[in-house]
């Protein structure tokens, strides 16, 4: 099984400023295709995880631009360029080859 | 747009099945995969398994290999998970999830989740 690392694993944040969320795999998420099968996700309070960023780095419709998906192999990170009070959750990243998730990073608002 | 409608929460016994159904509406059934992804109280997100309706194929995370079940319906547009030897710690939210055909990355449709309590 492919183990997904992420870290921090809570990230206080103030409206404005930027944050980052790094996730590590335990095997290369690098496809011979040339994709790296990497998501992230978040689950807003109360409500079903939604699509952010797919393949890295390919943001799904409707998702600001602020967010940006970056890496390959085993290192991705998920940036947020001004964090905003809407964007309060818990962030997952998961590999999609044999799916496993990430633990799970809560952002909230200082 | 399409819209996955959930069955209603459901409370079983230890040792017994249970089957949640996921229902699509407003999109080509078999032009994509569902997956089951669950969630304890107060955990993370689990994958569980997947179909890919087109042609019946499943995929079943390790854990589950034994005692889930997915298969589809593709004249009613429906997914099914069920699972069997329900145990206490099986108590959670089972969401179903559309992904692109062929592949379990880009879970973009979720349905609202249904509940499932194991107690005796």
């Known amino acids: 099984e492919i183990v997904m690392t992420q870290s921090p694993l809570s990230l206080p944040v103030s409206p404005g400023e930027p944050a980052s969320i790094s996730c590590r795999s335990s095997?290369?998420?690098?496809?011979?295709?040339?994709?790296?099968?990497l998501d992230w996700y978040v689950q807003k309070p109360g409500q079903s995880p939604q699509l952010l960023i797919s393949?890295?780095?390919t943001r799904a419709s409707g998702v600001p631009d602020r967010f940006r998906g970056s890496g390959s192999g085993t290192d991705f990170t998920l940036e947020i360029s001004r964090v905003e009070a809407e964007d309060v959750g818990v962030y997952y990243c998961m590999q999609a080859l044999q799916p496993t998730f990430g633990q799970g990073t809560k952002v909230e608002i200082k | 747009q399409m819209h996955l409608v959930q069955s209603g929460p459901e409370l079983k016994q230890p040792g017994s099945s249970v089957k949640v159904s996921c229902k699509a509406s407003?999109?080509?059934?078999?032009?994509?995969?569902f997956s089951w992804v669950r969630q304890a109280p107060g955990q993370g997100l689990e994958w569980m398994g997947g179909i890919i309706p087109l042609f019946g194929t499943t995929q079943y995370a390790q854990k589950f290999q034994g005692r889930v079940t997915i298969n589809a319906d593709t004249s009613t547009g429906t997914a099914y998970m069920e699972l069997s030897s329900l145990r206490h710690d099986d108590t959670a939210v089972y969401y179903c999830?559309?992904?692109?055909?062929?592949?379990?990355?880009?879970?973009?449709?979720w349905g609202k989740g249904t509940t499932v309590s194991v107690s005796s």
């Open positions: 999830c559309r992904t692109r055909s062929s592949t379990w990355s880009a879970m973009d449709v």
């Open positions: 393949l890295a780095s």
């Open positions: 095997q290369s998420l690098l496809h011979s295709n040339g994709y790296n099968y």
């Open positions: 407003g999109g080509s059934f078999t032009s994509y995969a």
